[in-house]
């Protein structure tokens, strides 16, 4: 599962980057598309995953951190969710300082 959320990261990215070079006007709505899919994605790969979700070590506290697997498939979510909300500040307008697809 973490190779595949690196594959989805990977695709993800090349999607902005196509849209980013794109001068066509209905293109970032098809990047939020495709990045809400693959946020859905992931968090459904997050709540499925089979394996091992925390170590063994516990430490002083007695927090168990989470696995270096898991946790790749966590992060991926959590960043494709941030660039979700992104694309949706950029097309509604609310700001455009990192995604300024409207100049």
Excluded at 49 to 57: K, T
Aim: charged share 10%.
């Amino acid at each position: 599962m973490p190779l595949l959320a690196i594959l989805i990261d990977a695709v993800t990215l090349g999607g902005y980057f196509i849209i980013l070079n794109s001068g066509a006007a209905r293109v970032p709505f098809w990047g939020l598309a495709l990045q809400a899919a693959a946020a859905i994605v992931l968090l459904l790969m997050s709540i499925a995953y089979g394996g091992r979700r925390r170590l063994r070590f516990r430490g002083n506290e007695g927090y168990r951190p989470y696995t270096l697997r898991y946790g790749i498939v966590l992060m991926s979510f959590a960043v494709n969710a941030i660039v979700v909300v992104m694309y949706y500040l950029s097309l509604s307008g609310g700001n455009n300082l990192i995604m300024h697809f409207y100049e």
